[in-house]
């Protein structure tokens, strides 16, 4: 099984640029035709929040006509650029409100080998991210359903510090409540997330925790402290995820673009080419 992770696309409607400089829907057309030529064909893209930049329902409407080319099904949960109801009312095929409490976006997919749960980290009108008690709760009953099957979490704000001192001050703060929960449950695997706009990868209480970079722009690779808020052209990457029969997951980062090769190590008598 073969999963992909698309995260922070920041969508604008009317082809604006996020940050008057980044044409983000031609990043994500860009990262979409590299997904569908993967071979074999990923199985599902995992959307981790900021799929929009304004969260407006015309930002939403650009981000539904943008996914209509990608050829995966995929799951979403929002990020703080989000806005819930106008990502609730773009795809409402999209979320699986099953057994979810309040207004919260969060989703189970059960048909994979790998058990997918999608967290809504969100607070409205803040950078940070949160999970109440009321989300901890249905997250902690989703996994007792199913204690033997492996199972994927995939959310927008990131559990961890990662050294770039502007985005730690606004990434998960209730971590170690999701721990606590996620402890009892040993057949999580992995939390994907995203937010950095950075590849980061780093284990908490012996499961991998990892955040995803952009196909767009990347915040900046800066570990002073006082580091101001920007970002830069990195080149764009998507992760993927692929768990093997014996059960073995793991991540790979696929950059998007044309690139020289493939090129073979041997040549048609067998020889190495030296
Ligand atoms: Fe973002
Ligand atoms: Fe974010």
Redesign the pocket.
Known sequence: MILAQLT?LHIKAGRHLAYGRVDTADFLARAIDHLNALRPAVDAVLLS??LTDGGTPEDSSALRDLLGALRAPWLAVP???DDRASLRATFPEGIDRRAAPGPFLLVVEDRFPLRLIGLDTTVPGQ?HGHLCAERLAWLDARLAEAPAKPTLIFQ??PPFETGLCHMDV?NLRTADALFEVLARHPQVRHVAC??VHRAVETTIRGIGVSIAPSPAHAVTLDFHPDAAPSFTMDPPMIRLFRLDPAGLLTSHLSAVGRFDGPHPFFAPDGGLIG
């Open positions: 922070d929040g900021d990020g703080n650029h950078p927008h704000h606004q995203g937010h």
